[in-house]
């Protein structure tokens, strides 16, 4: 703010409207200049922060769950991290797989260094080239100023290439060339730059069908699977259900400012739900209904349809229904909430279904609940 006619009033205020500084005319230039120059320092500062803040954020973000499963994914990250190997991460939608390649990092010599994400999936075909290995000054319309890529910006650290499928044929070719020598040039450059990354790749997509398929490259497919991690789907660890809905209750709880909790009977439509979406989807649930829930204590109602749509079977009762699937369906719903509401043990649980331990026992294998 450059004002002629400055009082300590106005000052102040021009502050609290956002103003970074103050000056009055006349002013002498070197002043102005010394100013300027100290408000872009305390702009770069500020963008560096930010940027720590969010790598701080990215590598700090643990895997949960205690499942035999994810125990695996455990092992086999404490083994591979700290070779300087190449992984694949594989897995459906939103098991974590972007966390198991951060926790791969973490554990690895590598951890202070720069760890680099790109989504090949998100970026268009023209542009992964120069996001990957950057580029030169005007080596195409819109390229202002030179660019380094991500390799450039992972030097020394590990770089992800998330969703690996999806990357264009004629890219597969530049990249097994810097996986195999370690070089690469910016687009429009003619300079080779050599680069120290660690590689780590991730997708859905099954990569043996995709080389089937012609989609994806034999050879660059075979480097890239040096070591194969598979994180397994909710429902195949499904014992690691109520531990990941504890850990969103509490972070949730936490940026909400209240205690929130599953009633025993949404903890029911919740131990019995399939998770196409994984544990992105069961995330998700729960801050939905920590956003929505009209008081703490979250409640079927509080939950996405798809979670309690057989609640009542004879009230939905439209058309053909066989009842022995019926009367299972609504016997493991009783199980599971009577599990849920006695915090899984056993002996109350068989009290409250009015049944001997040894039923509930048999009945729980039956229907294959694990808790
Ligand atoms: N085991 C876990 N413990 C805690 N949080 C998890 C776990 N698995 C996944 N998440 C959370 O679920 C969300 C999705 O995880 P992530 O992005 O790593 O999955 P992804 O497999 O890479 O998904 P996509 O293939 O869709 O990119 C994130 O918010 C992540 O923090």
């Given amino acids: 703010?450059?004002?002629?006619?400055?009082?300590?009033?106005?000052?102040?205020?021009?502050?609290?409207?956002?103003?970074?500084?103050?000056?009055?005319?006349?002013?002498?230039?070197?002043?102005?200049?010394?100013?300027?120059?100290?408000?872009?320092?305390?702009?770069?500062?500020?963008?560096?922060c930010a940027s720590l803040e969010e790598h701080c954020l990215l590598t700090q973000k643990h895997i949960i769950g205690e499942s035999p499963a994810i125990k695996k994914v455990y092992r086999i990250i404490s083994q591979v991290a700290p070779t300087d190997s190449t992984v694949l991460v594989t897995g459906e939608s939103g098991t974590g797989k972007e966390l198991a390649a951060a926790a791969i990092h973490r554990s690895s010599t590598r951890a202070t260094k720069p760890y680099v994400r790109i989504n090949c999936a998100a970026i268009p075909e023209g542009l992964i080239e120069s996001e990957l290995f950057g580029h030169e000054r005007g080596a195409f319309t819109g390229a202002h100023s030179r660019k380094p890529g991500k390799f450039e910006l992972a030097d020394g650290g590990t770089l992800l290439l998330d969703e690996i499928g999806d990357l264009p044929l004629p890219l597969q070719a530049k990249l097994l060339r810097v996986i195999q020598e370690g070089e690469c040039e910016r687009v429009g450059g003619t300079r080779t730059i050599k680069v120290d990354v660690r590689l780590i790749c991730a997708t859905a997509k099954d990569l043996g069908v995709e080389v089937k398929e012609g989609r994806f490259r034999e050879d660059l497919y075979y480097r890239l699977r040096v070591?194969?991690?598979?994180?397994?789907p909710l429902r195949e660890r499904r014992e690691d259900i109520p531990i990941l809905i504890d850990h969103f209750l509490a972070e949730f709880s936490q940026k909400r400012g209240i205690t929130l909790k599953l009633s025993p009977e949404a903890m029911a439509c919740m131990l019995e739900y399939d998770f196409p979406g994984n544990v992105r989807e069961l995330k998700n649930i729960i801050e939905r209904a920590s956003v929505l829930a009209p008081n703490p204590v979250i409640t079927p109602a509080d939950l996405p349809a798809d979670l309690h749509s057989g609640d009542d079977v004879a009230e939905s009762f439209e058309g053909p229904v066989i009842l022995s699937e019926a009367l299972a369906q609504t016997e493991k719903r009783c199980l599971l909430s009577a599990l849920a509401r006695t915090g899984g043990n056993r002996t109350k649980a068989a009290e409250l279904l009015g049944i001997s331990r040894k039923n509930l026992w048999e009945k729980m294998k039956h229907y294959e609940i694990t808790l």
């Fill in 227 to 232: 070591i194969p991690v598979t994180m397994p």
């Fill in 1 to 48: 703010m450059m004002t002629a006619y400055g009082s300590v009033d106005d000052a102040v205020s021009c502050m609290k409207k956002g103003a970074v500084d103050y000056i009055l005319k006349p002013f002498n230039m070197d002043d102005l200049v010394i100013r300027i120059k100290r408000v872009l320092e305390m702009q770069s500062v500020k963008a560096k």
